[in-house]
């Protein structure tokens, strides 16, 4: 079994927690808790890399991503 280090982004708003995979074009899903989201994601992540691997596809590897906000006057 190979192991990958996948980044996830993780945003909370009303209706609860939404996540996604910057290397992963396409893997996202939702919850209703910051739990069920990174159970659903890591679901949604290994899905994504299987589907990858059955069609020969290259897994993207990232060194690092960086996250960061930006105040904007607009």
Not at 14 to 39: K, N, R
Not at 51 to 64: F, G, L, M, Q
Request: glycine fraction near 4%; charged fraction near 35%.
């Amino acid at each position: 079994m190979q192991r990958y280090r996948i980044s996830v982004v993780i945003e909370k708003d009303a209706d609860g927690y939404f996540a996604f995979c910057p290397e992963l074009q396409g893997c996202y899903t939702q919850g209703d808790s910051y739990e069920e989201v990174l159970e659903n994601i890591r679901d949604a992540i290994r899905i994504h890399i299987e589907d990858r691997r059955e069609d020969r596809e290259d897994i993207p590897h990232t060194e690092a991503i960086s996250l960061t906000s930006l105040e904007v006057a607009v």
